[in-house]
């Protein structure tokens, strides 16, 4: 991965000046702060489908600090994993698994330090990757391949594939619990498996009977226990014993193909799809207490199986941000109290990003995007991007910043 450097000036609203810290550690906040109490600081990543590339800038100031190669795959963009101290950002297309630093240093306390991203590797994996997954931890992250129905286990500390499962199948999945692989048959098989695998010896521990159609899964790790959305229930795995525990059947007529869930949350998510292909339905499952309900958004017409970046979950898993697809409209739903806001979106259909707690959004139109503030349905910025960018994704944390 060459970095191309794309450094510019675009002008902003909300740039009235920078706080430039020199040596040491500093948490002091930007003195522009007290003026713009909901200035964010995070890195906003435009990716490129069709060039392979993705562009990195900085919202706070709106410019475009470099452009590197890397492509993933059009569903499953990316995802954040260890080290705890400096996470890194995951994303994997055709063969190759791309990461980069996601531009905040943890190591330093109650604050963190602002760098602008770096590649961290470039690992080859098995033929078009498509499923991701990592451990509550962080520190081991996998890609199941259709290609070749492997899953590539990567250790992210040593920046390698350090196994490869061959118990996968097409459109497979890649759960890990820290301790096993669990992988399920392919959607349309017809098949009613699902294998605890052990990553190191390669080996089927257990291969327990779920229901057919499976796809979405996430995993509790407070309880130990693994979720796989299939046809007619989400079926739940006692992943220490290794056993089929029971099924929570769907309420509402179709199913659910995909599960979204922030590590160290409860609340897993996903759009409940129907025969018409669109969605005004989450749903909402409780992994602690073992339910299902569904947050029906009024007016919605969402495609279930969002693929332009439409659908965006918080780091910390506690707020969806989902753009519709035939009206100018952004919801912003906080899932502990199944909140849904009405966010004014700059276009129909439009990509979306968010913050660490799902505060702020972003959303692209174009070359342009806005930077728009949840609770105030208040769009206080845009700034400009590459004309070809196809979605984006934002990087950000939960502490202080110092740069």
Known sequence: MKAITTKKSIPLLLFAGLLFLFGGCDNSTNPDDSQHEHDV?????????????VTIYDTHDGVAETTYTASAFTMM?????????????????ASTAYGFTTGFDLAHGDHAHKETPEEYATIAVGTNPVHMGSTPSGDTIAFSNDGDQTVSIIDVTAKSVV???????????????????????????????????DIAKDSVLDSLTIGSGAHGDSYYEAGKKAFIACGDAVYIIDVANRTVKGSIAYTEPGRTNFLYHGH??????????????????LLLLDMQNETLEYITISGAVVPWNISTGQFVLSTDGSVAVISDNTASKIYHITLATKTVKTLTAPTAGCAVATNTDGSVVWALNGSTVSMIHAEENEIEDTFSVSSETDWIYVTSVGVDVAH
């Open 41 to 53: 600081e995070a890195w906003l990543w435009g990716f490129d489908d069709d060039n392979g590339t």
């Open 77 to 93: 963009h990316c995802f954040t994993a260890g080290p705890a101290m400096a996470p890194t950002l995951w994303m994997a297309k």
């Open 163 to 197: 196994a490869t499962v061959t118990h996968g199948s097409g459109h497979s999945a890649a759960l890990l619990t820290g301790e096993y692989l669990i992988t399920h048959a392919a959607t349309a098989s017809g098949d009613t498996w699902a294998k605890v695998i």
């Open 264 to 281: 160290g949350s409860s609340l897993a998510v996903g759009l409940h799809k129907t025969d018409a292909g669109t969605s005004d339905k």
